[in-house]
């Protein structure tokens, strides 16, 4: 195997012993990507020469040392450029690194490129970004998912050794699905998210997209933790995910949400999704069905709370202090934010402010937003019932495997309906991983389908440990698109 195909833990061995450096690693995955990312368009910049300085210095012994990381474009890493897929911050230069990127960066990691994405992270297909188009490498007629697109793809085509993505209603653990990865979305308040650009701020967080569950163990120990800087952060310890890992699932309660299983899925993802549960029971695991009475709302709720909170969050890209501002000269102030927001924005974007905008103006604030705030409560509660119960929920991640690029381009609400499964976990709260669990064959491609696991709020140890349990048993994480 070359170097840029190995797994976090395969490469720090490596290194460890002596047969490969970091310079080697990093040269591997830049020739992955001039040789690969043509077809695959995960990355919209390298960040090469900053990476390879980096990697003369790297100190092997730190827990990530000289690993090379790929950095979803919504993330600020110092000296490069934050785009957010956007026409309105192509050229933002970031002054800082956020705190994961300053954690990783402590922790030995070198941050190597940055991936494409839906636009501000509004998408689940990757085609809402202004900048760049993202194949899926199992059939490149297809999306990779969204929004962390680039990040999921890079790692499923071994054109990154692991990277970072963000999840609002299921960025990280959509894409990580239909691409055959891992994702982890930490529990609201896990990860810092100070330099994260926001998209809405109660449902953000920054996860790792990694080849195997240790290895998202191992990027989660480095980024967790409070920070002073995000006052919604966390300030609890945090607890060794990697020493965790090898208890098994013996005695694990495994929820199944009947609400979950319902006729629309697609037969593919059902069976691959019931025998990876299966193999948790013959490990040990007890399965028990849950109930989460709320799931018909998830997604209206979501798409009232993410476009309020985009809509404010947005205001901020007026073309006064940075990003772009139109040239066009205005008549007045009001006429210069028309003309930059119409120019700057792409379609799905414009949606989503003035949707938000609407569900939050007054006259409609109770009927929606409020209303919605008030649903929000009842989901969190379903989640707080169900985990009096059992330790981690099973799921799918997505009820189909990738669909092709364009099926849906006139159709935003069938996309929406996309994250039936996955924004729940946003709006409580919880931490959710998606794992490779198996394949389905759709109209002639063979495409990967995931696993989704949710835990209890700081429950990453348990979702962790059952799917590095899974791991240990099966295969479909080694699996690889051109083999
Ligand atoms: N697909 C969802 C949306 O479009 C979730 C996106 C995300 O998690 N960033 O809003």
Redo the contacts with the bound molecule.
Sequence with gaps: MELHQLSITELLDRYRSGAASPREAVESVLTAISNGDGTIGAYLSHGAEAALAAAENADTSLPLGGIPIAIKDAINVEGQTTTCASKFLENFNSPYDATVIAKLKAAGAIPLGKTNMDEF????STENSALGKTTNPWDTSRIPG??SGGSAAAVAADLAIAALG??????IRQPASHCGCVGLKPTYGRVSRFGLVA?ASSLDQIGPMTKTAEDAARVLQVIAGGDINDSTCLDEPVPDYLGALNQGVRGLRVGLPKEYFIDGIEPGVKAAVEAAVKELESQGAEIVEVSLPHTEYAVATYYII?TAEASANLARFDGVRYGHRSAIQPESIVEHYKNTRAEGFGEEVKRRVILGTYVLSSGYYDAYYLRAQKVRTLIRQDFTKAFENVDVIASPVAPAPAFKIGENADDPLKVYL??IFTIAANLAGICGISVPCGFSDCKGSRLPVGLQLLGKPLGESDILRAAHAYQQTTDWHKARPFE
């Design positions: 992270a509004m998408g689940s969204g929004s963000s999840d609002t209603g299921g960025s998209f993410a996309e994250d």
